[in-house]
């Protein structure tokens, strides 16, 4: 009954470095979500997928990649990470009419 | 498209005091609106939603909201603050579409005074 996992909960990289979150739920949810917190900026979406294999872009996707190889996963990528990538992170799932969001706990991400 | 605009940036509300958050949202068509918080370095927690029917709509932790069509408006209400109200508040709109997409003001952080 874990819900949605996203692991590192933190991480704190060098500019150029590449990482991946990694975001899993155990509740056979069609659809995922990548979200952005920054201040007073709200939550923005990332990237989203409305089932295996499928991913679309979000609001502000530049500079990030994901996949979504098996149901349970979606990983974001940061191919080569910039200060303006600093951000806490959020990972969320529904299922179709669900019309609300499971969400993960968060990770914060630090690039220096 | 859809947008949500929540005008209040940051609040501050002596405990016990009344309390309500605005949200403001463009949608064409009937919206699915929700509020959720976040206690900090926490992860987002549903408060309320509203689809349909009554127009008030009662969630956890003693908050209500109205959803007023006339207005664009879902306002967050609460009649007495306590302390552990603190937090950040999120308005959001069910995106149109079959992607279940949310879409999320700006954030309204709410302080409270002893």
């Known amino acids: 009954n874990a819900g949605v996992t996203q692991t590192p909960k933190f991480r704190v990289l060098k500019t150029g470095q590449s990482m991946t979150l990694l975001c899993a739920q155990d509740?056979?949810?069609?659809?995922m979500y990548w979200y952005r917190q920054d201040p007073g900026m709200g939550l923005r979406l990332i990237h989203y997928?409305?089932?295996?294999?499928?991913?679309a872009k979000g609001e502000v996707p530049d500079g990030y990649n994901v996949s979504r190889l098996k149901k349970q996963n979606f990983l974001l990528g940061l191919e080569s990470a910039a200060p303006s990538q600093t951000s806490v992170y959020f990972c969320?799932?529904?299922?179709?009419?669900?019309?609300?969001?499971?969400f993960g706990s968060g990770t914060r991400l630090t690039v220096v | 498209a859809q947008s949500v605009t929540q005008p209040d940036i940051h609040i501050t509300v002596s405990e016990g005091a009344s309390l309500e958050l605005r949200c403001n949202y463009s949608?064409?068509?009937?919206?699915?609106l929700f509020w959720y918080v976040q206690s900090p370095g926490q992860g987002l927690q549903l408060l309320l939603k509203?689809?349909?029917?009554?127009?008030l709509v009662q969630g956890i932790k003693g908050f209500e909201a109205e959803f007023k069509r006339s207005q664009s408006s879902f306002n967050l209400r609460k009649p007495s603050v306590h302390w552990s109200d603190a937090a950040e508040y999120f308005c959001?709109?069910?995106?149109?579409?079959?992607?279940?997409?949310?879409?999320f003001g700006q954030g309204t952080t709410l302080q409270v005074k002893p």
């Open positions: 509203y689809f349909s029917g009554d127009t």
């Open positions: 949608y064409g068509a009937t919206p699915y």
């Open positions: 969320a799932s529904s299922y179709p009419g669900q019309k609300g969001y499971t």
């Open positions: 509740m056979n949810h069609e659809y």
């Open positions: 997928s409305v089932g295996e294999g499928t991913t």
């Open positions: 959001a709109v069910h995106g149109s579409g079959n992607t279940g997409k949310l879409i």
